[in-house]
């Protein structure tokens, strides 16, 4: 993405007509979007779903969500999973929950199966052994269900990443949170900014599509997600996500939850507008089933953390809230599609979609080299 620097004054309409004409935008004219309330909120989430309709009609796209570990390596200072917490208890999912839970997901109606585990060292630091058996269960996802997956294993090694795209693994999900280095440092302690974000990199160079995101509600202000979004267009990532920060018991940043989730909604909105073509989650995660509606009015053109009743396996920021209860599967989803007017995609069509964001961070990969 260009951001001009120049200190233009618009009114929104005028904003907004230059968004969906594909205009690059200037900073002070994203800022506006950030910040818009009420009317011209209003007018934001309608100009997003125009946006999502030319490049998407009225397709949603549905991803089962499988968290197999929630060990972990690190602290994050927002995170319910990080090492400190040990009033916590942990699970590791065997291979065989794993494909277990992948089956079920697959049979449900879900276009991608979601594969993420806390930076787990039974996986990522017992050398090869560990790996390899990761790579082993990727690939037999991969064979049992022949769908689009994606995986989030945090920051493991280059070649660790190669075998598991070549394994089967479409996606790379890894989250900066934030492009703010200072910020990064106050919620990834201890963590290397750089390494993340060149893993990121390296698996688009291998050929992976790339999901980046960000976490609202932690300190960041306006002027942040500009510079995410900026991140994100030099990073050609394919898909975007930007949640809420749900504060956790038992960590430095425990607290009340935020009072609403507007900012995330325009956030959305502004990443439909500015990167009309990506793939853009309503994550269950952050309000359930309840939450679905504001998302998907926003922009958003995929529902994640999808999650099979029943099976012991958790959500990240809502651990288990309504998972038992079925609230978070492909059956409570769909009729609020149908009432918005949406539908959920095919997999056939999913899969055209991967095909043309592969195309695009492709071509954006030509541009940079040339
Ligand atoms: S956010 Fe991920 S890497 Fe950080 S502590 Fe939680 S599970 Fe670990």
């Given at each position: 993405m260009r951001i001009d620097n120049k200190n233009m004054e618009a009114i929104p309409d005028k904003v907004l007509d230059k968004a969906l004409a594909e205009q690059a935008l200037s900073a002070n004219e994203i800022l506006q979007l950030l910040t818009a309330e009420g009317a011209a909120a209003t007018a934001l989430f309608q100009a997003a779903r125009t946006a999502r309709s030319k490049y998407f009609a009225n397709k949603i796209a549905l991803y089962g969500f499988i968290y197999f570990s929630t060990h972990c390596r690190n602290d994050c200072a927002f995170c319910l999973y990080r090492r400190s917490n040990r009033g916590y208890g942990r699970y590791r999912k065997s291979g065989a929950e794993i494909v277990a839970a992948a089956k079920a997901l697959a049979a449900s109606g879900v276009h991608c199966l979601d594969l993420t585990m806390g930076e787990d060292p039974y996986f990522?630091?017992?050398?090869s052994e560990g790996l390899d058996e990761l790579t082993a269960i990727v690939g037999e996802v991969k064979g049992q269900t022949d769908l689009p997956l994606m995986i989030s294993p945090g920051v493991a090694p280059e070649q660790a990443l190669k075998a598991l795209h070549e394994a089967g693994a479409d996606w790379y999900a890894c989250y900066q949170e934030t492009h703010n280095r200072r910020l990064f440092a106050a919620l990834r302690l201890g963590q290397n900014y750089d390494r993340r974000w060149r893993l990121k990199q390296y698996a688009r160079s291998i050929g992976m599509l790339v999901e980046e995101g960000l976490l609202v509600g932690v300190g960041d202000e306006a002027a942040d997600a500009l510079q995410s979004l900026q991140a994100m267009g030099e990073l050609a990532a394919a898909q975007l996500r930007a949640m809420t920060f749900a504060p956790q018991a038992n960590t430095p940043m425990a607290g009340p939850p935020a009072a609403d989730c507007r900012r995330e909604l325009n956030l959305i909105a502004v990443m439909r507008l500015v990167f009309p073509w990506t793939l853009i989650p309503a994550s269950l995660d952050c309000q359930g089933v309840d939450g679905l509606k504001a998302r998907l009015s926003a922009g958003a053109n995929c529902v994640t953390s999808l999650i099979p009743p029943q099976s012991g396996l958790q959500g990240v920021s809502r651990a288990t809230a309504d998972i038992d209860e079925g609230r978070r599967d492909v059956a409570s989803v769909l009729p609020i599609l149908a009432e918005m007017g949406l539908r959920a995609a095919t997999v056939g069509e999913y899969r055209d979609w991967l095909t043309h964001l592969r195309g695009r961070q492709a071509a954006a990969k030509c541009k940079e080299a040339a």
């Open positions: 990522l630091d017992r050398g």
